[in-house]
């Protein structure tokens, strides 16, 4: 028996962003919204906290150098909140500042460099949908 792989339809990809910088917003909603995603934006981690206890995502975008709480420290709060769900959203972090170990060490689930290289973030997005 043949095992079928079910990938979402691109209108039913849901993206969290979570980015503090506008112009970064502007261009992450413009690349996803490309490929028929929708992105929500956080402009910091604790906004997107609360956006997640009302929405499920496909995929998180995580800016790591934010005001008020880091993107370390809003996907360690994301991971332990899906210990009690069962759940787990891919996180991807997107950022100029840090390494991409330290990134899967804190328990993302893969890195994309700024500035964007348009390739790249497409394939690494697609690998998780």
């Keep these: ?5 079910h990938r979402k339809s691109s209108k039913d990809v849901k993206i969290l962003v979570v ?6 917003q502007i261009l992450f909603i413009n ?3 490309k490929k028929g995603w929708h992105p929500y ?3 910091e981690g604790q906004e997107a906290l ?12 995580m800016d ?3 005001p008020h709480m880091d993107g370390f420290e809003t996907t360690s709060r994301i991971r332990e909140i899906e210990k009690k769900t069962g759940t787990r ?3 991807i972090a997107t950022t ?3 390494d991409k170990e330290k990134c899967i060490l804190s328990g993302m689930d893969d890195y994309i460099s700024k500035p964007i290289n348009i390739k790249k973030f497409y394939r690494i997005i697609q690998k998780f949908l």
């Design 50 to 61: 609360k956006i997640l206890e009302l929405q499920t995502f496909d995929i998180i975008l």
């Design 19 to 24: 980015e503090d910088d506008v112009i970064n």
């Design 64 to 66: 790591i150098v934010m």
């Design 31 to 33: 690349l996803l919204q």
């Design 1 to 5: 028996m043949e095992k079928h792989i």
């Design 96 to 98: 100029a500042t840090e």
């Design 89 to 91: 959203i891919p996180i």
């Design 41 to 43: 934006v956080a402009r």
